[in-house]
C-alpha cells in the first residue's frame, strides 16, 4: 500500500511547533475524577492529546491542527476531535472550512475497526472506520501517542486485533456470529447499561495554544445521532425491571440481523435486498431508532423547502444540451486520417461527451480515452504496441505465477492479496452474462489482471472495489493484457481513492461540500444543520465512479463521457451535485438525517436517469465556470485522462524503438 505522502518532515513548521508542545500534553485522569472543571457532569476524559492534525490536501500550509479526546460518559465511550481556533494562514482554508472536519462525539458502539500506521519514517496516524463503513480523515500523530490511544480504548471496549491484517483493531467485533451475537446482548451488564443520568449530556471547553486558541461547544451533544443515543438511554432509568426486559427483547430482535449479515459482504449486497455499499452499521441503526421512537398522534406539517437558488430544470435547458446519439463506426471513421491518427481529439471528445459510444467500437475508443493508445497513433504503431505490450504484461505476471507453495507459505503479503482478490471476483457482476455460470473463463482474466496489477503496482496492491472498476474493462477489450493496461491507465487517475489515509476521497469529498456551498447555498445550509457536511453520503458515488447507481450499459456510457475531459476533469464531482439538486426537494421536505438520507441515497441506485444528469451536471459546471474551478484545491485526484498516451509514450518504450 502506498506510504509515499508520509515522509519526514522534522523541519516542517506544524513539526516544529508540535515539538515544543511536547507529550505531556497527554492526559490520563484517574478513575471516576473528572478531567477538567469544564467537563459536563458525569463525563470523564480518559484520555487527551493536543496537536492531533488532519491533512486535507498534500499541502503542508493546510493541515488542520486539534485535540482529540476519549470521553467517558457512564458505561459508553465516545472520540472527538476539535481543531484549533485562529489557525488557518491559507485563503483557500477558512475556519469554517476547517471546522468541517470536526469530529463530534462519536461513541464506539458504532466504530467498527481502528486502523494504525506506524511508518519507518515520519508520523504515525490511525484511521477510525465507523460500522457504516465510512472512514473519518486520518489522524496523524506529530508527538506519538497511538499506542496510548488504543490502551486506552481497550481498557472500555472489546479491541481485538485482526488475523488478517496485524494493524488492524476490530472493535467490539468477534469472530463468528454467533459470538457476535451473544456479545450483542450484554447479559451480564443490562442492568448497569440502563443506570444512566437523566440529565442530557453538553459541556464546553476552551484552552490556549501556541499555536492557536480552541474552543469545543457542545462535544458530547453536537451530534443529533448522539442526542439519540441518551435519549433512549435516558428512558429506561425509571424501571430498571422493565429496562432488562426491553434491553433484551430488542437485542434479541437483532439476532436474525446480525445472521443475516454475516452471510453477505459490505461490497456485495446488491440494490435489490440492501443498500449495498457503506451501509450495514447505519441501517441496524436506523432500525433500532425506528423501534424506539414515541408515537405521537400530530399530525405533522409539511416542512417549507427553501427554493432552488438556481431553478436546475431552467437552469439545464438553458445551459445544458440535448443527449445525441452514440459515436457509430462511420461517423469515427472521419475523425482519422488514412494511417489511422485522429484528425481532431477536441472535437472527437467533445463529439463523445454529448452522445457515448456504440459498444462495437468501444474497444477501439477506450484505449484512446484512457491513454493506452495515442490520439497520433497510426494503426502499425497501436499494433506494435498491443504487441509489446502484452509481452511486457506476461512478464509481470509470471512474477506471482513463479511463487512456489512454500514460497507463497513465507509471503504473508502475497497470501492476503490474493485471498481478497480471489474472494471479490466471484462476487463482482455475476448476474452479467459474460461473468455469469461456473467456471466463467473470464472470472479467471479477471483474477489474472487483479493480481499482476498488485504486482506492478505493489504500494497499493489490491483493495476491494478495484474488482468493480475493471469488470467494465474486460468486458469491453475482452484481453486479458489490454483491460490490464487499459485499467493501469484507469488507476493512475483514480489509484488516489484508494489510499490507505483516503486523502484522496477526503479531498474530492471537501471540493464537493465546497460546490455545493457555491451551487446551492440552502441545501448545504442543511446538511450543516443535519452534520452531514463532511458529505460521506457521497462516499460510494466518487468511489466507484457510480458503478452500483447506474445499470451496467448506463455505467459504461457515464464512464466514457467522464474521461473525455470536456468542460472538467472532475465533472463527476458535478454529477454529485447534480443529483443532490435534483433531490433537495425530498432530502430537506422529509428532514432526513445522516442515517436515513445515507438509506435515500444508496436506494437510488438503478434510479438514475442518466441523460438529465448528464445534462444538469454540464449546466452546472458552465454556471459555476472560475468559481467552481477554485474549489477544487490543486492536485485533487481527476477521474479523468491526461491528453497524450502516457503508456505508449514511456521511457521503456523509447529504448525498445
Known amino acids: 500500500m502506498q506510504e509515499t505522502e508520509i515522509h519526514d518532515l522534522s523541519d516542517d513548521a506544524d513539526y516544529a511547533a508540535s515539538q515544543q508542545q511536547g507529550s505531556a500534553s497527554m492526559m490520563r485522569c484517574e478513575s471516576g475524577k473528572r478531567s477538567s472543571s469544564n467537563e459536563p457532569e458525569g463525563a470523564e476524559v480518559v484520555y487527551m492529546k493536543d496537536n492531533v492534525t488532519i491533512h486535507p490536501t498534500q499541502f503542508a500550509s493546510e493541515r488542520i491542527s486539534g485535540r482529540l479526546k476519549l470521553i467517558k460518559q457512564s458505561s459508553s465511550l465516545f472520540m472527538t476531535w476539535i481543531p484549533y481556533k485562529g489557525q488557518s494562514t491559507n485563503a483557500r482554508l477558512s475556519e469554517k472550512d476547517m471546522n468541517l472536519y470536526t469530529i463530534r462525539a462519536v461513541p464506539f458502539a458504532d466504530v467498527r475497526s481502528i486502523r ?71 447479559l451480564p451488564r443490562a442492568v448497569s447499561l440502563s443506570i444512566v443520568p437523566s440529565t442530557p449530556v453538553s459541556g464546553g471547553e476552551s484552552a490556549s495554544q501556541e499555536n492557536g486558541e480552541r474552543t469545543d461547544v457542545d462535544v458530547l451533544d453536537g451530534s443529533p445521532s448522539i442526542r439519540q443515543f441518551y435519549r433512549r438511554e435516558r428512558q429506561k432509568v425509571h424501571d430498571p425491571a422493565r429496562d432488562i426486559s426491553m434491553q433484551l427483547l430488542e437485542k434479541f430482535s437483532l439476532v436474525t440481523k446480525f445472521a443475516r449479515e454475516a452471510t453477505s459482504q459490505l461490497f456485495w449486497e446488491t440494490p435489490s435486498n440492501a443498500f449495498s455499499l457503506f451501509e450495514r452499521g447505519s441501517s441496524n441503526l436506523s432500525a433500532i431508532d425506528s423501534s424506539q421512537k414515541p408515537r405521537d398522534d400530530v399530525l405533522e406539517l409539511p416542512v417549507p423547502v427553501p427554493p432552488d437558488p438556481l431553478e436546475l430544470d431552467k437552469l439545464s435547458l438553458a445551459w445544458g444540451k440535448p443527449r445525441q446519439p452514440p ?19 477536441k472535437a472527437l471528445r467533445k463529439r463523445i461527451f454529448y452522445g457515448g459510444v456504440e459498444h462495437k467500437l468501444r474497444k477501439e475508443v477506450w484505449e484512446v480515452l484512457l491513454g493506452y493508445q495515442s490520439y497520433e497513433s497510426t494503426y502499425a504503431e497501436k499494433e506494435y ?57 473470464n472470472l479467471s482474466f479477471l483474477h489474472n489482471v487483479l493480481l499482476t496489477y498488485s504486482f506492478y503496482n505493489f504500494d497499493l496492491g489490491y483493495c476491494q472495489g ?18 490490464f493496461w487499459c485499467f493501469v491507465a484507469l488507476m493512475e487517475r483514480l489509484g488516489p481513492n484508494f489510499n490507505r489515509d483516503q486523502n484522496g476521497m477526503h479531498s474530492q469529498l471537501f471540493a464537493l461540500s465546497k460546490l455545493v456551498e457555491l451551487l446551492d447555498a440552502p441545501l ?46 472532475h465533472l463527476h464531482l458535478y454529477v454529485c451535485v447534480a443529483l443532490l439538486k435534483r433531490y433537495r426537494g425530498k432530502i430537506i421536505g422529509e428532514q432526513m438525517e445522516f442515517d436515513t438520507l445515507l438509506k435515500f441515497i444508496n436506494e437510488l441506485s438503478g434510479h438514475i436517469d442518466i441523460d438529465v444528469t448528464l445534462r444538469d451536471a454540464e449546466a452546472l459546471c458552465l454556471c459555476a465556470g472560475e468559481n467552481g474551478s477554485a474549489c477544487i484545491p490543486p492536485g485533487t485526484p481527476p477521474s479523468l485522462p491526461r491528453e497524450g498516451g502516457f503508456l505508449f509514450n514511456s521511457e521503456l518504450d523509447d529504448t525498445v524503438l
Not at 409 to 436: N, W
Not at 529 to 550: A, H, S
Open 116 to 186: 494504525r500506521h506506524t511508518p519507518a519514517f515520519g508520523w504515525q496516524y490511525i484511521i477510525v472506520v465507523l460500522s457504516s463503513g465510512l472512514a473519518f480523515p486520518p489522524l496523524y500523530f506529530y508527538n506519538g501517542g497511538v499506542r496510548e490511544f488504543l490502551a486506552t480504548v481497550k481498557q472500555h471496549v472489546v479491541l481485538l486485533r485482526s488475523a488478517e491484517h496485524a494493524n488492524v483493531f476490530l472493535v467490539n467485533d468477534f469472530q463468528n456470529p454467533l459470538q457476535r451475537t451473544l456479545s450483542s446482548l450484554e
Open 385 to 441: 504496441q498491443r504487441s509489446n505490450r502484452k509481452t511486457e504484461y506476461e512478464i509481470i505476471k509470471n512474477q506471482w505465477q513463479s511463487i512456489s507453495p512454500e514460497q507463497e507459505k513465507r509471503f504473508t503479503k502475497f497470501r492476503e492479496r490474493k485471498g481478497l482478490i480471489e474472494k471479490d471476483v466471484v462476487r463482482t457482476d455475476r448476474s452479467i452474462s459474460f461473468y455469469g455460470g461456473d467456471g466463467n473463463a
Open 327 to 345: 459515436l457509430g463506426l462511420e461517423e469515427w471513421a472521419t475523425f482519422l486520417d488514412s494511417e489511422g491518427r485522429v484528425v481532431d481529439s
Open 524 to 569: 448545504h445550509n442543511y446538511f450543516k444543520q443535519k452534520d452531514c457536511l463532511n458529505y460521506f453520503i457521497c462516499f460510494r458515488w466518487i468511489l466507484l465512479q457510480f458503478k452500483r447507481e447506474l445499470e451496467y450499459d448506463q455505467t459504461m456510457r457515464l464512464w466514457e463521457v467522464l474521461w473525455t475531459h470536456h468542460f472538467s476533469e
Open 466 to 483: 478495484m474488482s468493480d472498476l475493471l469488470s467494465p474493462i474486460l468486458f469491453v477489450m475482452e484481453d486479458e493484457s489490454e483491460s
